[in-house]
Each structure stands twice: as C-alpha cells, then as structure tokens.
C-alpha cells in the first residue's frame, strides 16, 4: 500500500525528487536496488544536494560492486554533512572496497565517532574489524 501510494505521487510528479528518494528507500528495502537506484539518479539530477539521497545511492552502488561509484557520492555527502556519521561510513567502506586501507580507516574512525553507540558506529566497527581481518 505504501509502494502503491508513493508509485502514484511520483506520477503525478514525474520529477519529484523527494518522493521519489523516498520509493527508493521503500524499494532498497523491499530488496530492489536496481529500481531503487533509478529513481536516485532522477533524484539527485533534480536535487543534487540531497544529502539522504546520496548516502543511500553510495551504499547500493557499493553493495553492486560499483565503488567508485560509490565513493563519489559519499564524498559528495561528507562534503554537504561533515558531520552525518553514516556519510562517513558510506565513503570509509568504499574506500575500503577500493583498497584505500588508510583513508578507510580515517573515514570509518570518524563515523565511530560521531555515532559511537548508533547503528552507524557500530556498523563502521564491523567494517573496520572486517578491513583488519583482510576481508
């Protein structure tokens, strides 16, 4: 019903960047990154500046293997909010899939940081130890 409500205000704003930064939030969830990354490319040429946007397209260009992808809009996210853990964490794990150990590290550390009993924290931790571990 959500979908459904979401999918009939992006029609009736075909360019709606809001609306359609949130289906794509409901279709990464609902497991349909593909459809969800459509919808943040339409997004982020309206808005650039969305910041939520950004993150969540830097976190499924990552999980598609697409890190540099990924590490642009991350650092375009750090940039606009220096002090969003999770922007942090998005750019330090596409570092690390880049390999860029140390500027991982830094990024990953900067999310703990400012996140350091969130989620956000905790998830560039598992990062970190992951990075440590060589994996």
Known sequence: AARAALDAGVALDRQGPRLRR????????????????????????????????????????????????????????????????RAWLEQGAAEAALGLRAPARESLLRAVALDREGPDGAEAQAVLQRMELGG
């Open 22 to 85: 949130l289906r794509a939030e409901a279709l990464a969830e609902l497991g349909l990154p593909g459809a969800a990354l459509t919808d943040l490319d339409v997004a982020l040429a309206v808005a650039p500046q969305d910041v939520a946007a950004r993150v969540l397209r830097a976190r499924l260009r990552r999980e598609a293997g697409a890190a540099e992808g990924a590490l642009q809009d991350a650092r375009a996210a750090v940039a606009a909010s220096p002090d969003l853990a």
